[in-house]
């Protein structure tokens, strides 16, 4: 099977501007997870999505928000960048979610804010 | 809340020393915990899930609740088992993951 893929795999914007990442889950997996990575913070999840509805949520501002469509796929935006955002956006996928299951990683996508 | 602690940034060992990496959680309800893996280059990746009782690459860890610890053990270690080390644990399918631990291998 195809592994997690996510795209753009870099991408630099300005602070101010809007931005959309894309997350293409194995085959097969319906819930999706995003995570924002910075050297300061670590690993801190954003959002969880599950049949095309946000089952899960972190504790970030309104201006992160994603949907999932019906093949799973799954997309997260960021509006009015600013320059803590900068950080390595990670998705993960599982069949199910749930507690027990491993989630399969892609590779990320690293947002660069000038 | 729930809250993932990994005391030690970096660790630095020899090949075939014991090596321990120490994870402390808080977390109200019974927890599910996991360590992930992230090789120079690779994607964040399972390494064990406590759930499993298993060894993987001769790694175990227990769960230990009345320290409420997840500490990550490996008896003798290799220098292929230098990596980013994350503990994680799971409410539901959000995973809440520590600050990591940078283990490297030394010949």
């Known amino acids: 099977k195809a592994g997690v893929t996510q795209t753009p795999r870099y991408l630099i914007k300005t602070r101010g501007q809007q931005v959309t990442l894309s997350c293409s889950p194995i085959?097969?997996?319906?819930?999706v997870s995003w995570y924002q990575q910075t050297p300061g913070q670590g690993l801190q999840f954003l959002f969880e999505?599950?049949?095309?509805?946000?089952?899960n949520k972190g504790n970030f501002p309104g201006r992160f928000s994603g949907r999932q469509f019906s093949n799973s796929r799954s997309e997260m935006n960021v509006s009015t960048l600013e320059l803590g955002d900068s950080a390595l956006y990670l998705c993960?996928?599982?069949?199910?979610?749930?507690?027990?299951?491993?989630?399969?990683f892609g590779p990320g996508t690293r947002l660069t804010v000038l | 809340a729930q809250r993932v602690t990994q005391p030690e940034k970096l660790l630095s060992v020899f090949k075939g020393a014991p090596v321990e990496l120490k994870c402390n959680y808080s977390?109200?309800?019974?927890?599910?915990l996991f360590w992930y893996v992230q090789y120079s280059r690779q994607r964040l990746q399972l390494l064990l899930r406590?759930?499993s009782r298993e060894s993987i690459k001769g790694f175990t860890a227990d769960l230990n609740k009345g320290e409420t610890s997840f500490h990550l053990k490996k008896p003798f270690a290799q220098e292929e088992d230098s990596a980013m080390y994350y503990c994680?644990?799971?409410?539901?399918?959000?995973?809440?993951f520590g600050e990591g631990t940078q283990l490297t291998v030394n010949p």
């Open positions: 085959s097969g997996h319906r819930s």
């Open positions: 999505y599950f049949s095309e509805t946000q089952r």
């Open positions: 994680a644990l799971s409410g539901g399918s959000r995973l809440t």
């Open positions: 977390y109200s309800g019974s927890p599910e």
């Open positions: 993960a996928t599982t069949p199910s979610g749930g507690s027990y299951n491993e989630q399969f």
């Open positions: 406590h759930i």
